[in-house]
C-alpha cells in the first residue's frame, strides 16, 4: 500500500478513533466539527461513526479514508 501524508498522520494518532470535536486537530485544520456534522446529516461523513453520549467518533482508518477521498495534490507551477 502506497505511503501518504495522511496515513503517517494516522499512525501518529494516539488512539484508534477520532472524534468529530478532534477532526480539525488530526486534519491539521483541514476540516472542521460543524462541516462533519453537516456531512453526517445528509449521510456523506466517514463510514462507521459511533455515538457514546453525546460525542460522536470515527474509527481512524474510515477517517483517513474519507479525507483522502476528498484529496488531490496540486502540480507544482513551472515559473
Known amino acids: 500500500m502506497e505511503r501518504t501524508l495522511l496515513s503517517d498522520l494516522a499512525e ?3 488512539s484508534t478513533w477520532v472524534t468529530r470535536c478532534e477532526a480539525k486537530k ?3 485544520g483541514l476540516i472542521g466539527e460543524k462541516y462533519l456534522a453537516n456531512l453526517d446529516s445528509q ?6 461513526r459511533i455515538r457514546c453520549g ?4 470515527y474509527p481512524v482508518a ?4 474519507f479525507l483522502e477521498a476528498r484529496s488531490e495534490a496540486i502540480p507544482k507551477r513551472n515559473k
Do not use: C, D, M, Q
Not at 474510515?62 to 479514508?65: A, Q
Open 12 to 14: 501518529k494518532w494516539s
Open 26 to 28: 488530526f486534519s491539521g
Open 43 to 48: 449521510g456523506k461523513g466517514p463510514a462507521g
Open 54 to 57: 453525546r460525542k460522536i467518533a
Open 62 to 65: 474510515e477517517f483517513v479514508k
